[in-house]
Antibody
Framework: EVQLVESGGGLVKPGGTLRLSCAASGLPFTLAWMSWVRQAPGKGLEWVGRIKSKGSGGTTDYAAPVEGRFIISRDDSKKAIFLQMNSLETEDSAVYFC????????????WGQGTLVTVSS | QSVLTQPPSASGTPGQRVTISCSGSSSNIGSNSVDWYQQFPGTAPKLLISSDDERPSGVPDRFSGSKSGTSASLAISGLQSEDESDYYCAAWDASLNDYVFGTGTKVTVL
C-alpha cells in the first residue's frame, strides 16, 4: 500500500521560514515524480509545485505565487521530499498535501493526509 | 484566481444523474487532459478520473468523465448519499506552466 505522511507544519510569523517533509512508502520512490498542493481554510485546491525523478532530470516547477520563495527537494535514500518555505506570507496559510504523480506529468494518484501551516503574527 | 471555472454547487436526489461542468481555455483543457478529484471535508483529495475519462481501479463506474474543446464534464449516474462531497477538475496549463485546479463544486444529495 502506498502511504505518504507529511510533517513539519505549525505556526510561524510573517517573513519566517518553515520546512515540510513528506515520507513515502510502498512506491518506487526513485522513479516517482512528487507534488505539493495546498488548501487555504474554506478554499479550493492550489498546486504549489513538483519535483521530477532524478532519472527525469530531478528538476522542479513552481506555481507563480511561490516561485522564488519555496524550494522543493528530495532525498531518495530517505524516500522523502521536502518543501522549504521562505518569506512566508499570511496568504500561505493552508493545509499542505504531498502527492505521488503516478501518471506523469501531473496526475496525482495518492495523497498524504496534509499538514497545517499557519502564518500569523 | 482559478483559471478553470466550475459551478459552486450541484444537487440531485438518490438515483438521479448529476453533471458538473469545468470550463477552461486553449492553454489548459483545450490542449491537455483533464483530471477530477473528490474531496470529503477534512480529508485529502482522491483521484476520481484521469486523462479525461479514465477511472482508476476502485472508482465506481457511476462516475464518468468527458471533454469537448475547452470544456470538460464529470457525470455521476445513479447518485448515492455517499457521493455528497466536493469535486475539483484540474489540467496542466501550458501558458502558466502550472497544474491548475477548478473552483470546485459541492454536490448535495437531497
Amino acid at each position: 500500500e502506498v502511504q505518504l505522511v507529511e510533517s513539519g507544519g505549525g505556526l510561524v510569523k510573517p517573513g519566517g521560514t518553515l520546512r515540510l517533509s513528506c515520507a513515502a512508502s510502498g512506491l518506487p520512490f526513485t522513479l516517482a515524480w512528487m507534488s505539493w498542493v495546498r488548501q487555504a481554510p474554506g478554499k479550493g485546491l492550489e498546486w504549489v509545485g513538483r519535483i521530477k525523478s532524478k532519472g527525469s532530470g530531478g528538476t522542479t516547477d513552481y506555481a507563480a505565487p511561490v516561485e522564488g520563495r519555496f524550494i522543493i527537494s528530495r532525498d531518495d535514500s530517505k524516500k522523502a521530499i521536502f518543501l522549504q518555505m521562505n518569506s512566508l506570507e499570511t496568504e500561505d496559510s493552508a493545509v499542505y498535501f504531498c502527492a505521488w504523480v503516478a501518471r506523469v506529468p501531473s496526475v496525482m494518484s495518492v495523497w498524504g493526509q496534509g499538514t497545517l501551516v499557519t502564518v500569523s503574527s | 484566481q482559478s483559471v478553470l471555472t466550475q459551478p459552486p454547487s450541484a444537487s440531485g436526489t438518490p438515483g438521479q444523474r448529476v453533471t458538473i461542468s469545468c470550463s477552461g481555455s486553449s492553454s489548459n483543457i483545450g490542449s491537455n487532459s483533464v483530471d477530477w478529484y473528490q474531496q470529503f471535508p477534512g480529508t485529502a483529495p482522491k483521484l476520481l478520473i484521469s486523462s479525461d475519462d479514465e477511472r482508476p481501479s476502485g472508482v465506481p463506474d457511476r462516475f464518468s468523465g468527458s471533454k469537448s474543446g475547452t470544456s470538460a464534464s464529470l457525470a455521476i449516474s445513479g447518485l448515492q448519499s455517499e457521493d455528497e462531497s466536493d469535486y475539483y477538475c484540474a489540467a496542466w496549463d501550458a501558458s502558466l506552466n502550472d497544474y491548475v485546479f477548478g473552483t470546485g463544486t459541492k454536490v448535495t444529495v437531497l
